[in-house]
C-alpha cells in the first residue's frame, strides 16, 4: 500500500514568488492536513481538510492557502514568498479525521 | 489552546539500555488522543505508539511503552533495550478527540542518541 507522497520534495524560489506543493494521501484516507516544520518554530499545523472542506486552520496569514480535491488529494499554496517561509512542509493524512496520522517525507522549501 | 512541553532537548543512552522521553500537556478537554511520533535522519515522521485518554492501560508496542498519567497530564516514552536504529527526534503530540481546531500539538521534540 503507497504510503502518503509529497511533491516536489526539493525546491528553491524567491522573495515574492508564490509555491504549490502537493499531496497524496494513502488509498482510502480522506481527510489531509498540513504541518510546518523549522529549528526555530517547531511543528506547526497549518490546516487541515476533510471531503474537501477546510475543517480547521492554524495560526497562519492568509498567503498560506490550500485545496482538497474530489480523490482527496491536496494542495497548499504560499503566495508572496518570505524568507521565514523556507521550512519543511509535512503532509499527513488519515483514515478517520481523528486517527492517528501517516506523515509524508516532505517537501523542503527554501526562500532566497 | 492546548499545549505539550518535552523537557528534554537531547538524551544519551548506550545501546541495549533503557530510556525514558519525558512529555506533559495541558489541556481542559477530558477526551483526546496522545502520540509518540519519530522523525529519523530521513525526515519521515513515522508514529511509534498512541495513547486514547479514556484508556487507563497504559499502550505498548513491542520495546515502546508509556507511561500514561492523565490526573498528572503526563505521557513519557520508554524505550527498552535501545538499538542504534532508534536514533532520531521524537515529537509527543496531543490531539482533541473529535479533531480540534488545532490539529496535533506536537512538543519541541527530544533529540535521541544511541551510544554503541
Known amino acids: 500500500k503507497a504510503g502518503v507522497t509529497q511533491t516536489p520534495r526539493y525546491l528553491i524560489k524567491t522573495r515574492g514568488q508564490q509555491v504549490t506543493l502537493s499531496c497524496s494521501p494513502i488509498?482510502?484516507?480522506?481527510?489531509v492536513s498540513w504541518y510546518q516544520q523549522t529549528p526555530g518554530q517547531g511543528l506547526q499545523f497549518l490546516f487541515e481538510y476533510f471531503s474537501e472542506t477546510q475543517r480547521n486552520k492554524g495560526n497562519f496569514p492568509g498567503r498560506f492557502s490550500g485545496r482538497q480535491f474530489s480523490n482527496s488529494r491536496s494542495e497548499m499554496n504560499v503566495s508572496t514568498l518570505e524568507l521565514g517561509d523556507s521550512a519543511l512542509y509535512l503532509c499527513?493524512?488519515?483514515?478517520?479525521?481523528?486517527?492517528?496520522?501517516?506523515f509524508g517525507e516532505g517537501s523542503r522549501l527554501t526562500v532566497l | 489552546a492546548q499545549t505539550v512541553t518535552q523537557s528534554q532537548p537531547e538524551m544519551s543512552v548506550q545501546e541495549a539500555e533503557t530510556v525514558t522521553l519525558s512529555c506533559t500537556y495541558d489541556?481542559?478537554?477530558?477526551?483526546?488522543?496522545l502520540f509518540w511520533y519519530k522523525q529519523p535522519p530521513s525526515r519521515q515522521m513515522i508514529l511509534v505508539i498512541r495513547q486514547e485518554a479514556y484508556k487507563q492501560q497504559n499502550a505498548t508496542e513491542n520495546r515502546f511503552s508509556v507511561n500514561f498519567q492523565k490526573a498528572a497530564k503526563s505521557f513519557s516514552l520508554k524505550i527498552s533495550d535501545s538499538q542504534l536504529g532508534d536514533a532520531a527526534m521524537y515529537f509527543c503530540?496531543?490531539?482533541?478527540?473529535?479533531?480540534?481546531?488545532?490539529?496535533?500539538?506536537f512538543g519541541k521534540g527530544t533529540h535521541l542518541i544511541i551510544q554503541p
Open positions: 489541556t481542559s478537554e477530558s477526551d483526546y488522543y
Open positions: 488509498s482510502g484516507h480522506r481527510s
Open positions: 503530540a496531543y490531539r482533541t478527540r473529535g479533531g480540534g481546531a488545532d490539529g496535533l500539538t
Open positions: 499527513a493524512s488519515s483514515f478517520l479525521n481523528t486517527g492517528e496520522l501517516f
